[in-house]
């Protein structure tokens, strides 16, 4: 909590000063289409946006989400939620 208002800080300080706030909600609404999904579900739903089954991948072959675990999926939720909604602002 008292960490995100250093984060603003220090990015309207090194830049235009315009940014995104991005509540956890607002993700799990856009990616599954409610507010009461899980991380599970979150995860679920960008590995069917990025190819199902095979998203990951193999070492030999690796997938477009090869490699992703952990906080990883939520950043990446954040990422594709801002991509997918900044047009609609």
Same mark, same amino acid.
């Given at each position: 909590?008292? =960490?995100?208002?250093?984060? #603003?800080?220090? =990015?309207?300080? *090194?830049?235009?000063?315009?940014? !995104? %706030?991005?509540?956890? /909600?607002? @993700?799990? +609404?856009?990616?599954?289409? *409610?507010?009461? &999904?899980?991380?599970? !579900? @979150?995860? *679920?739903?960008?590995?069917?946006?990025?190819?199902?089954? +095979?998203? /990951?991948?193999?070492?030999?072959?690796?997938?477009? %989400?090869? $490699? @992703?675990? $952990?906080? @990883? =999926?939520?950043?990446? &939720?954040?990422?594709?939620? =801002?991509?997918?909604?900044? #047009? %609609?602002?």
């Amino acid at each position: 909590c008292r =960490w995100i208002g250093r984060f #603003e800080q220090e =990015w309207r300080h *090194q830049s235009d000063g315009a940014f !995104n %706030l991005m509540y956890r /909600k607002d @993700v799990k +609404l856009h990616l599954c289409g *409610q507010v009461r &999904a899980k991380d599970a !579900n @979150v995860a *679920q739903a960008l590995r069917d946006r990025f190819g199902g089954k +095979l998203c /990951k991948g193999t070492a030999k072959r690796p997938g477009p %989400l090869f $490699g @992703v675990s $952990g906080d @990883v =999926w939520a950043a990446l &939720a954040v990422a594709v939620t =801002w991509a997918e909604t900044k #047009e %609609l602002q």
